[in-house]
């Protein structure tokens, strides 16, 4: 069975902290891997987007990097600020166009 | 670029009743998905469209859900009767299917709450 599992559910950390997010995926034939945020009440914004072929991807303060062989994603989050709190979601997909399979999410509150 | 539309953004019904939710697709996006959110849980994806067939309904309920995609744009989700068990927020991404990305794009969500 396909599955997406997130660590931790929940993290609370004070603003300025170096920061990651774990995801593991039971079937390591991954097509491509997505990191979302979702605020309270809103809907999924895509943040990075890694190709099987990858090993990470960047944008500004967020590194997204790809273990294939292990089943593993991270996301790190450099110099929290408190408008990175949100749940942070990890979805895989397994074919082009293919349905996303996602994790439960991790809960992220920054402290100012 | 006008992103995914969904209304209505919230609805409450009572069990039992039906209740249908509306999607509008980013333009030219020829894939489009009804996921399904239960509070502190990831989204599960109910059906997938290219154009206006079906790819993939493996996991809606089909004695009480269904879906429809006219003419390969604006979509509907329909429940029939509902159980308390569908309060969710429901999800409409859309994507194109061409290229090797495949970056899947979500509206707002409609949040039911079943009473």
């Known amino acids: 069975k396909q599955e997406v599992t997130q660590i931790p559910a929940a993290l609370s950390v004070p603003e300025g902290e170096n920061l990651v997010l774990n995801c593991s995926f039971t079937?390591?034939?991954?097509?491509?891997l997505q990191w979302f945020r979702q605020d309270p009440g809103k809907g999924l914004t895509s943040l990075l987007l890694?190709?099987?072929?990858?090993r990470e991807q960047t944008s500004g303060r967020l590194n997204a990097s790809l273990d294939k062989s292990s089943g593993r994603s991270t996301l790190y989050i450099a110099a929290s600020q408190p408008g990175d709190s949100a749940t942070y979601l990890c979805?895989?997909?397994?074919?082009?166009?293919?349905?996303?399979?996602f994790g439960q999410g991790t809960e992220l509150s920054v402290k100012p | 670029e006008a992103g995914v539309a969904q209304s209505p953004r919230y609805k409450i019904i009572e069990k039992r009743q039906s209740v249908a939710f509306w999607c509008n697709p980013i333009?030219?996006?020829?894939?489009l998905y009804w996921y399904q959110q239960i509070l502190g849980q990831g989204p599960k994806l109910l059906i997938q469209?290219?154009?206006?067939?079906?790819?993939?309904d493996s996991q809606l309920p089909k004695d009480r859900f269904s879906a429809e995609r006219l003419k390969g744009v604006d979509s509907t989700l329909k429940i029939q009767p509902a159980k308390l068990e569908d309060s969710a927020v429901y999800l409409c991404?859309?994507?194109?299917?061409?290229?090797?990305?495949?970056?899947?794009?979500f509206g707002p969500g409609t949040r039911l709450t079943v009473t």
């Open positions: 991404a859309s994507s194109l299917t061409a290229g090797p990305i495949n970056e899947q794009y």
């Open positions: 079937d390591s034939a991954i097509y491509n």
């Open positions: 890694i190709q099987s072929s990858q």
């Open positions: 979805a895989v997909s397994y074919n082009q166009g293919g349905k996303l399979i």
């Open positions: 333009s030219g996006h020829a894939t």
């Open positions: 469209f290219q154009n206006n067939g079906v790819v993939d």
